[in-house]
């Protein structure tokens, strides 16, 4: 692997959700961990599965792989690092202060900028703490999807740059906070990241042509921020070992377009392609196997055996999506799941049938238009956009609230509105109208990868709390949470792939957003080479490997869609309207 040769000490692998990030990351970890290293496998996803990959619990601490010497993980768990930032700031003053500026402090750190920064402070530590992590060799992250990724790697340029000024302590940091603690700490990581003899990003993707797009994008951003070179890996590459036949074909063909046009700016970089395997990467032996090409010997004679499915076609979903006449439908899951082709799929449909339908996205690595390719009468296709969402916000508070300042007055506002916290907030703005429009018509929503999103929700959570102190009892009020607790107005799909750790992160999401109230109403399983039903031996192999959590699926809902995996990428109106009159029975 040319990524692994003359390894520096931090190693960066990014890409968009579902391309196998965090099996190359795992991979990359115990062949370096094998070779003699010690080495630190670190997740930044609000949604890691390192722990499943590996077969053990981490969490939010250090944890040594037990049947690994050398190799240790940890999983930055937002949450965990929120509440532990929390009692960071109030532990030394607990006791000094009244009970009433304690809760004033507290509140203060409630929100998801909170946690946000909190995760963030753990991920500099490590870039920039030689007391607590110097005797590592080697400190392999696995990012989250690339748009949560990228802010990730800019937050420590923000920061930098709004504490320099000098004006302003923002609450998120703790108002008891050291900043120059913070000065010292984020300035060390910018040097860190920047520097190709300390830091390698590893872009990892797939061969398809939205996949290796996305690679390039977050190269051209990453290199704004001064993070230069990379590799590219090509993971999971249909081997010679599946056969000919026509679904194999096919899918070669594809992707071998897909490689031969690989974007410009990305097509120089040192280049690993990886074959597809015949089962999951899940435990050491699978991962151990990942870098190795894919031969028969890899296939099972009993894998090959592959029990029939039952018919779950989406059209079957947007039949009862229809009967409302208007509503919010919410696709969400983990990140290369497919969301934006299932969102983007029933919107086409709905749209078709005579309903106006606003289609939108939360993802910073939105892709719909090049899913769309085209307009298409009644439906109305936007992206709620960070940059254009924080400006927009800006404008409003200097319009409304700093309008009666003075001078003195208005630039305090404006330094204060410059910090990196306002950007959930407004963003959240931005998501609230477009659940208020459902009121009126159809709103289908792509989602952001299941971390960003549940930061998201915890704002929505953040303000209701809100609203409901400030009125109190005394009148009625309806947030947008509520209208996401409703199943009368909201519909949560939530999409997955047919293999352990996506239905596995599926089942995670579903818990959270059931403590939040919110029910998902469907689950959407994609590109299932299953209801595919393939003929050759390794394509039934991976087929075999699905029946397990298609299983599982139907224990964990009662509305079920299942999308075979098709020969050519479903992008444009008419391949994405036939994604609603496929069955997934053999013809």
């Not at 339908?357 to 960070?386: F, K, M, N, Q, W």
Request: proline share 6%; net charge negative; with cysteine.
């Amino acid at each position: 692997m040319e990524f692994l040769a003359n390894v520096p000490r931090f190693l960066f692998f990014t890409g968009k959700g579902g391309v196998g990030k965090t099996s190359v990351a795992c991979a990359a970890a115990l062949t370096l961990a094998r070779a003699g290293q010690k080495v630190l496998l670190v997740s930044t996803d609000p949604a890691s599965n390192v722990g499943q990959v590996f077969g053990v619990t981490i969490g939010n601490a250090v944890t040594p792989i037990r049947d690994v010497p050398g190799l240790s993980a940890l999983e930055i768990d937002p949450e965990q690092a929120a509440e532990a930032y929390r009692e960071r700031i109030i532990a030394p003053v607990r006791g000094l202060l009244p009970e009433t500026e304690l809760a004033g402090i507290a509140e203060s750190l409630s929100g998801s900028c909170t946690t946000e920064i909190a995760s963030f402070d753990e991920f500099t530590n490590l870039l920039a703490d030689e007391g607590s992590y110097g005797e590592y060799d080697h400190i392999v992250f696995d990012t989250a999807p690339t748009g949560h990724t990228i802010r990730l790697l800019q937050l420590p340029g923000s920061w930098t740059d709004f504490l320099a000024a000098g004006k302003g302590d923002p609450s998120c940091l703790g108002p008891l906070s050291g900043l120059e603690k913070h000065k010292q700490v984020y300035a060390k990581a910018v040097r860190a990241l920047t520097d190709p003899a300390r830091t390698r990003l590893v872009l990892v993707s797939r061969a398809q042509t939205s996949s290796l797009s996305e690679i390039e994008r977050t190269y051209l951003e990453l290199n704004q921020i001064g993070i230069g070179g990379g590799y590219v890996v090509v993971n999971g590459v249909l081997p010679e070992a599946a056969g000919d036949e026509d679904l194999a074909q096919a899918l070669r063909a594809r992707e071998a377009a897909a490689i031969a046009a690989i974007p410009e700016a990305v097509a120089g970089l040192p280049r690993d392609v990886l074959d597809l395997k015949p089962g999951n990467m899940v435990g050491i032996a699978a991962l151990e196997s990942l870098f190795a090409p894919t031969s028969g010997a890899d296939i099972t004679d009993d894998a090959a055996l592959v029990p029939e499915i039952e018919d779950a076609p989406l059209a079957a979903l947007v039949n009862e999506v229809e009967l409302d006449g208007h509503g919010l439908v919410m696709c969400m899951g983990k990140g290369g799941v497919g969301k934006t082709t299932v969102a983007a799929a029933i919107a086409v449909a709905l749209a078709k049938r005579g309903h106006a339908v606003h289609l939108t996205t939360t993802d910073p690595a939105a892709h719909l238009t090049e899913t769309l390719h085209g307009s298409i009468p009644g439906l109305t296709v936007s992206r709620i956009d960070p940059e254009a969402a924080i400006q927009e916000y800006r404008d409003h508070v200097m319009e409304t609230k700093g309008r009666s300042l003075d001078d003195n007055g208005r630039a305090a506002l404006t330094e204060d509105l410059m910090s990196p916290c306002t950007d959930e907030v407004a963003v959240f703005r931005q998501f609230s109208k477009v659940v208020q429009e459902s009121r009126r018509h159809f709103v289908v929503i792509d989602t952001a990868p299941t971390g960003h999103t549940l930061l998201l929700l915890d704002a929505t959570g953040s303000y209701h709390r809100e609203i409901a102190r400030q009125v109190g009892d005394t009148m009625g009020f309806v947030t947008p949470l509520m209208r996401l607790q409703d199943p009368a107005q909201t519909k949560v799909v939530l999409v997955t792939l047919a293999e352990t750790t996506p239905v596995l992160e599926a089942e995670e999401l579903k818990g959270d957003l059931e403590r939040a109230g919110i029910y998902p109403w469907a689950w959407v399983i994609n590109n299932s080479i299953a209801a595919a039903h393939p003929r050759t031996p390794f394509l039934r192999a991976r087929a075999a490997s699905e029946i397990e959590q298609i299983t599982k699926v139907h224990t964990l809902t009662d509305r079920v869609a299942l999308i075979p995996l098709l020969p050519e990428e479903p992008i444009g109106e008419e391949k994405l309207s036939a994604l609603t009159a496929l069955s997934s029975l053999p013809a």
